[in-house]
């Protein structure tokens, strides 16, 4: 129920929502490094320094030094013990990792995404306006599963009618555990051989990224194989859809949790990228926030020195919540002035599809909220369920009213 004094400001401790966090994948150990640094151990097996401080992270994601590519090997320090293709970009390393990513950059830039955003807004709007006269729906499997999807689809030229045949897919393979690797893989290749296809014209594409991009590919120097191509579509594919939605329904879920940010957003629009930053720097993405490293060399941090050689996990959820940078860490502050969060990593690895994520979730919030002021969860927050997987975490349902 909407209150008669809008909150002009909103304040309160996430942790008092049951479910947001994921269980970790790290197993602490007593021990200190060589270096005198924290240790965990990687479901590997492998240990790795332990980086929580936000100065710290910070460094080791923009620091060359540290290779990502010597982890993706047989019997690698990973959170999946599997190889994956040495193109795609979480797996390159610098000046590799540099082409590709200038290849693609432009299309997923802030000025992109704004030209884009206008269609976005038709598409949430039309999905809004086709729930609207039901009374009670579920949010997530009505509305913001279908939503991704199209807005991704839509901006990549995929058919329509190819998603029911690889939607699937792309949903098993973030929702997977470190145990289901042989299913990961088969789903992964599946994809992967997809993707190929429309490389090599074997399938129908519509006007959009991947034909602008293959149009371009000449223009790389040297010029984009046809594997490096279909690495990049893979986390196009994917994460503009799958991790896209993991984000959108919690940052969703924790308002209509704490209805007075529901009603913030719907009476004052111009707080929801503030809205938008501080659930993004508190809601991790799934179990993991970056990929481990090794260092090529001997690196000083706070309390110690990582060596040459050692495995890193660089904790991006930790440092989010670093009291010497977020002061009162764990409140979700919508007059918070902090630093930027490490949601979409840092440096060289920042997330391609940060751009896209922040403007569809914004165009989202001002449909919806506008929309359905009145929305309301429909059962408890505690009986809300989860779907939890290493790269993604997210709510199962979201059962809704609509209100007046």
């Known amino acids: 129920m909407t209150t008669t004094t809008p909150p002009t400001s909103v304040r309160f401790d996430l942790r008092s ?25 990687l479901p590997t097996g492998h240990t790795a320094v332990h980086l929580t401080a936000y100065p710290d992270v910070q460094k080791i994601l923009t620091d060359t030094s540290f290779i990502r590519s010597d982890t993706n090997v ?13 193109e795609m970009l979480l797996n390159l390393d610098h000046p590799h990792h540099g082409r590709l990513k200038r290849f693609v950059a432009a299309a997923y830039s802030a000025n992109t995404m704004a030209a884009f955003a206008p269609t976005v807004r038709r598409i949430v709007s039309d999905a809004a306006d086709a729930l609207t006269p039901a009374s009670s729906f579920d949010l997530m499997t009505d509305l913001l599963e279908p939503l991704t999807i199209n807005v991704n689809a839509t901006y990549l030229g995929v058919p329509d009618d190819d998603i029911p045949g690889f ?14 690797i042989p299913q990961l893989l088969e789903d992964f290749w599946e994809l992967y051989h997809y993707l190929e296809d429309l490389i090599a014209g074997r399938r129908p594409l519509n006007d959009g990224l991947i034909k602008n991009l293959l149009a371009a590919r000449e223009e790389a120097t040297p010029p984009v194989t046809d594997g490096e191509y279909a690495a990049l579509l893979l986390g196009s594919l994917v994460g503009g859809d799958q991790n896209v939605l993991s984000e959108l329904s919690k940052i969703v879920f924790v308002a209509l949790s704490h209805h007075e940010l529901w009603e913030l957003m719907s009476t004052n629009p111009d707080s929801i990228p503030v809205v938008t930053e501080e659930l993004l720097r508190l809601l991790p993405l799934g179990r993991i926030s970056t990929f481990p490293r090794i260092a090529s060399r001997d690196v000083a941090v706070s309390g110690g020195t990582v060596r040459e050689g050692e495995t890193v996990y660089a904790d991006a959820h ?14 979700v502050d919508t007059a918070r002035t ?16 940060a751009a896209m994520a922040r403007m569809e979730i914004h165009e989202t919030l001002v449909v ?20 939890t997987g290493v790269l993604v975490h ?7 009213t609509a209100g007046k």
């Open 338 to 353: 902090s630093k930027r969060h490490l949601q979409f990593g840092y440096g060289m690895h920042h997330c391609m599809g």
């Open 318 to 331: 930790a440092a989010n919540r670093d009291p010497q940078v977020y002061p009162e860490p764990w409140i």
């Open 167 to 180: 939607r699937h897919l792309s949903r098993q393979m973030q929702l997977a555990h470190d145990t289901d």
């Open 368 to 387: 919806l909220t506008a929309a359905l002021p009145d929305l309301t969860l429909a059962s408890p927050v505690d009986a809300v369920q989860w779907d």
């Open 394 to 400: 997210r709510p199962l349902n979201l059962p809704v």
């Open 74 to 86: 047989d019997d690698g320090p990973s959170f999946l013990p599997t190889v994956m293709p040495e």
């Open 17 to 41: 929502i049951p479910g947001l966090m994921p269980p970790s994948m790290v197993t602490p150990l007593d021990d200190l490094s060589p270096g005198g640094l924290p240790q965990v151990v």
